[in-house]
């Protein structure tokens, strides 16, 4: 499994930086409407589920669990699709939805961070932005009657905090890709 996500580094890396710009964006734009934040975050939706799917495509029959990420990036897509066909939904509706994708994002990163732990170092940060997509969807149930304004600002800043987290996995994949590739010159050459 960490071969895969390592061979794929760089479309982890991406989705953090998708996400942290997305988070951004909503942070500037502070009177976003929820219609626009719902094409937006669709948008978002979309795109990371599709980098996520295509990974898991990518390395099919290589491991056991590429069904997991497949899993992650179809829950994606399902959501992102979701919000275009039905955009003039209420933000109630619309906050569910996104506490629904990110409780199930977040558990499945959890889930695989805790098959990494044996394999890399780093592993931690796919928990941590597992547990913040999850803590982040508890939050949105939990408190419904928040202002629109309010699920703005969370939104962007859990998308900032687990665009960072990803991103800084991506490039820690990216150097155990390196040092193994290192290693297994050194072992043919020797």
Do not use: C
């Not at 479309?11 to 009177?31: E, H, K, S």
């Not at 898991?56 to 992102?80: K, S």
């Not at 547990?131 to 982040?136: K, Q």
């Amino acid at each position: 499994m960490v071969r895969i996500l390592a061979q794929n580094w760089w479309m982890i890396a991406l989705r953090g930086l998708i996400a942290i710009l997305f988070g951004v964006t909503a942070f500037v734009w502070l009177n976003i409407t929820v219609a626009a934040l719902v094409l937006l975050f669709g948008a978002y939706l979309l795109i990371d589920g599709l980098f996520a799917a295509i990974a898991a495509l990518r390395n099919h029959g290589e491991r056991e669990r590429w069904w997991v990420l497949l899993l992650e990036g179809l829950a994606g897509i399902a959501a992102g699709v979701l919000t275009f066909i039905w955009p003039g939904i209420t933000a109630l509706v619309l906050l569910y939805l996104i506490a629904a994708w990110a409780i199930v994002t977040g558990v499945f990163e959890i889930m695989a961070a805790i098959r990494l732990r044996k394999e890399i170092t780093g592993e931690w940060l796919l928990a941590l932005s597992g547990l913040a997509s999850v803590l982040f969807g508890l939050i949105l149930v939990v408190q419904p009657g928040a202002g629109a304004l309010a699920i703005v600002w969370l939104i962007a800043a859990y998308a900032i905090v687990f665009g960072i987290l990803l991103l800084a996995l991506g490039f820690r994949l990216r150097s155990w890709r390196d040092t193994a590739d290192s290693k297994r010159e050194v072992l043919r050459t020797a």
